[in-house]
């Protein structure tokens, strides 16, 4: 239950020609306090429930709870979420022996492209594709929870 990930930007749209699937998301919090986290989200037809603990000093690691939910319970506690729903689509793509996942944002998030790889270990290697820019892993106000609070419209 302990989720290690690193973040980027991305710097170009190449990864849109080598996705796998797309998936629309549409997610909002019930609670984004330091410690905690909260998420709903709906990912295309499926609902999920997400607990989020506080992520370790350098960013790269943090508890993680996620349990799946019908679609009508997901929609009915987005009606009651934090203000700043997200809006996004993810795209998902395969390199070497990883899967990245791309987001890329719209409504107030609209321009903002971000790429997340999950890892067995905090040392482990893996290939880094073209499109792959900046690593902002632990930089806090790319965590979908701020953004919701803090779109990147206001400080782009």
Same mark, same amino acid.
């Given at each position: 239950?302990? /989720?290690?990930?690193?973040?980027?930007?991305?710097?170009?749209?190449?990864?849109?020609?080598?996705?796998?699937?797309?998936? %629309?998301?549409?997610?909002?919090?019930?609670?984004?306090?330091?410690?905690?986290?909260? %998420?709903? %989200?709906?990912?295309?037809?499926?609902?999920? #429930?997400?607990?989020?603990?506080?992520?370790?000093?350098?960013? =790269?690691?943090?508890?993680?709870?996620?349990?799946?939910?019908?679609?009508?319970?997901?929609?009915? =506690? #987005?009606?009651?979420?934090?203000?700043?729903?997200?809006?996004?689509? %993810?795209?998902?793509?395969?390199?070497?022996?990883?899967?990245?996942?791309?987001? /890329?944002?719209?409504?107030?998030?609209?321009?903002?492209?971000?790429?997340?790889?999950? =890892? /067995?270990?905090?040392?482990?290697?893996?290939?880094?594709?073209?499109?792959?820019?900046?690593?902002?892993?632990?930089?806090?106000?790319?965590?979908?929870?701020? #953004?919701?609070?803090?779109?990147?419209?206001?400080?782009?």
């Amino acid at each position: 239950m302990i /989720e290690i990930e690193r973040k980027f930007l991305v710097t170009s749209s190449a990864y849109k020609d080598e996705a796998l699937k797309h998936t %629309r998301i549409i997610q909002g919090f019930l609670n984004t306090h330091k410690e905690r986290t909260v %998420r709903v %989200r709906l990912k295309g037809d499926v609902g999920y #429930l997400t607990v989020k603990g506080e992520s370790s000093k350098d960013g =790269l690691s943090r508890f993680e709870w996620e349990k799946e939910i019908p679609k009508t319970d997901a929609e009915s =506690l #987005l009606k009651i979420c934090e203000p700043g729903v997200i809006d996004k689509i %993810r795209y998902e793509v395969k390199v070497k022996n990883h899967t990245f996942e791309i987001d /890329e944002f719209f409504g107030d998030n609209e321009g903002l492209v971000i790429a997340e790889v999950e =890892l /067995e270990s905090e040392n482990e290697t893996f290939e880094t594709p073209s499109w792959l820019g900046e690593e902002v892993t632990g930089n806090i106000k790319y965590y979908n929870s701020q #953004l919701s609070k803090h779109p990147y419209k206001i400080w782009y």
